[in-house]
């Protein structure tokens, strides 16, 4: 079945170590190199964490032999750039023996749980320091000024109190206005009565309905307008928690395709193939089998390693998948 190659945290998962697998491997274990090759940009990594068109072989020193399969340790130099690369793209392993002048290659495993060294710095962040309480200012000092002594003035004599008036008698004069007034306060009291039986009853109308405002439409997750004004990630994290679907996911990633979205339908079929949708994987190992590839602008080759390694994903999740088992022993490296 050829080799598998998986890279696996620690025990304590450290940021950026881990183990590198080798299980199938029967030769050997002395001279072996390795590359690892992109299946976005088909670039190979190079030493310092780039990416060069050009294959280069990391030579592969210190493997020992762990329940039947090779293993060493690995650091960020191989863990940091994959994982930095794996959201759009799949990794081809090519092991190779100078000495017997053998290669094998498969594509590479990377395990959900590895943790890169670029997203932890181990650096706390220090505690604020409380600003101290602001100092009082002291009180402006009023000088006293001298007492001026009050000198009051000389009491004034109060006038002498007039002698009071008598009374002046009522005036008859009084008591023929009060009856003159009273025939005209009943007059206003009549017209007052009048205007108020006269008057019509006011009708209440009913109050205007104020409307009410209309909600404004949230972007919808897995649609091509929430495709083209959102950022790749922020995309396909919304639509893989709306749960479409295999059919409807095959929608959404043919619409990614069509649109030239070609990272946003290669995170959409990994995801969900890397989580045992049988459909969408095997919809993911077409676009690289050579026997019913379509080229596209997002997949423009076959390629038979990439294919092999989505067929042997679904025979991780169903042995007895016929057509997986037959396209694979005949894709495999």
């Known amino acids: 079945m050829g080799i598998r190659?998986?890279?696996?945290?620690?025990?304590?998962?450290?940021?950026?170590?881990?183990?590198?697998?080798i299980s199938g491997w029967e030769d050997a274990s002395e001279g072996l190199a390795y590359s690892v090759q992109s299946s976005q940009t088909r670039d190979f990594l190079q030493p310092g964490k780039q990416w060069s068109n050009i294959a280069h072989g990391f030579p592969l020193s210190g493997?020992?032999?762990?329940?039947?399969?090779?293993?060493?340790?690995?650091?960020?130099?191989?863990?940091?750039?994959?994982?930095?690369?794996?959201?759009?793209?799949?990794?081809?392993?090519?092991?190779?023996?100078?000495?017997?002048?053998?290669?094998?290659?498969?594509?590479?495993?990377?395990?959900?749980?590895?943790?890169?060294?670029?997203?932890?710095?181990?650096?706390?962040?220090?505690?604020?320091v409380p600003a101290p309480a602001p100092t009082r200012a002291p009180e402006p000092v009023v000088k006293a000024e001298p007492l001026v002594p009050i000198v009051e003035p000389p009491a004034t004599p109060e006038p002498a109190p007039e002698p009071p008036q008598a009374p002046a008698p009522v005036a008859t004069k009084k008591i023929n206005r009060l009856v003159w007034l009273l025939p005209l306060l009943a007059l206003i009291v009549m017209a007052a009565l009048w205007w108020f039986l006269k008057k019509p009853a006011l009708v209440d109308e009913p109050p205007v309905p104020t409307p009410s405002p209309t909600p404004t439409p949230e972007a919808q997750p897995c649609t091509l307008d929430s495709m083209q004004n959102q950022p790749e990630l922020a995309f396909v994290q919304a639509c893989i928690q709306k749960a479409p679907g295999s059919a409807a996911l095959l929608e959404v990633i043919n619409l990614a395709k069509a649109n030239n979205h070609c990272a946003v339908?290669?995170?959409?079929?990994?995801?969900?193939?890397?989580?045992?949708?049988?459909?969408?994987?095997?919809?993911?190992?077409?676009?690289?089998?050579?026997?019913?590839?379509?080229?596209?602008?997002?997949?423009?080759?076959?390629?038979?390693?990439?294919?092999?390694?989505?067929?042997?994903?679904?025979?991780?999740?169903?042995?007895?998948?016929?057509?997986?088992?037959?396209?694979?022993?005949?894709?495999?490296?």
């Open 265 to 333: 339908a290669q995170r959409l079929y990994a995801n969900r193939a890397q989580g045992g949708d049988i459909e969408i994987a095997s919809a993911y190992a077409r676009e690289y089998d050579p026997k019913y590839f379509q080229p596209s602008e997002c997949f423009k080759a076959p390629d038979n390693a990439t294919a092999a390694y989505w067929y042997e994903t679904i025979l991780g999740f169903d042995p007895n998948n016929a057509e997986a088992k037959q396209r694979f022993e005949e894709l495999k490296p």
């Open 5 to 21: 190659v998986d890279v696996l945290p620690l025990n304590e998962n450290t940021p950026g170590q881990g183990w590198l697998r």
């Open 63 to 128: 493997l020992v032999e762990v329940d039947g399969a090779l293993q060493v340790q690995v650091g960020p130099e191989l863990i940091d750039p994959l994982l930095a690369a794996s959201g759009s793209a799949n990794f081809r392993f090519e092991l190779n023996s100078q000495a017997l002048d053998q290669r094998e290659a498969t594509m590479l495993r990377l395990d959900k749980t590895l943790v890169s060294s670029i997203a932890w710095t181990g650096v706390k962040t220090p505690e604020p």
